[in-house]
């Protein structure tokens, strides 16, 4: 396969975040795809995908926004059949925001980890 078919199951991949559609998403993603949220008990598996969009969307709501998200700053690589890509998120209308890594190989996505960056977090003392 080449890259460009692993971009374009990666593209795939975001349309059914955008859209919030479980089968548009799981068509894109390999057997064996983790997803890693440490808002999560632990790794979401292929087959926990849609409950754990159901989760996503209940959260992004609860902070005030409708699943609308932006990605910023992406860098993408392609280095031995692995399609890297690294973005910053943010869920318009919230404080929701963080980083991701997504790695997508000829079987489909098999990877995503995302982070959060919590303003309210950061130490007082550190504050310029």
């Known amino acids: 396969m080449s890259m460009s078919s692993r971009i374009e199951l990666r593209e795939r991949y975001l349309q059914g975040w955008y ?7 799981l ?3 390999a057997h064996d795809f983790i997803f890693e949220d440490p808002a999560e ?18 959260r992004a709501r609860a902070a005030g926004g409708n699943n ?3 990605l910023t700053h ?3 690589a392609d280095n031995n059949g692995i399609l890297t890509d690294w973005e910053w ?3 318009i209308g919230t404080e929701l925001q963080g980083a991701a890594v997504v790695l997508t190989n000829d079987s ?3 990877l995503e980890r995302i982070t959060y960056f919590d303003r309210k ?3 007082p003392e550190l504050r310029v």
């Not at 008990?41 to 209940?58: A, C, E, F, K, N």
Request: hydrophobic fraction near 35%; aromatic fraction near 12%; proline fraction near 7%.
């Open 19 to 25: 859209q919030m559609d479980a089968e548009l998403l």
């Open 27 to 29: 068509t894109t993603t």
């Open 41 to 58: 008990p632990g790794p979401v598996s292929r087959d926990m995908l849609p409950g754990y969009m159901q989760r996503w969307d209940s």
């Open 68 to 70: 609308e998200w932006v």
């Open 74 to 76: 992406e860098t993408r």
């Open 89 to 91: 998120w943010e869920v």
């Open 108 to 110: 489909g996505v098999f």
């Open 121 to 123: 977090m950061r130490n």
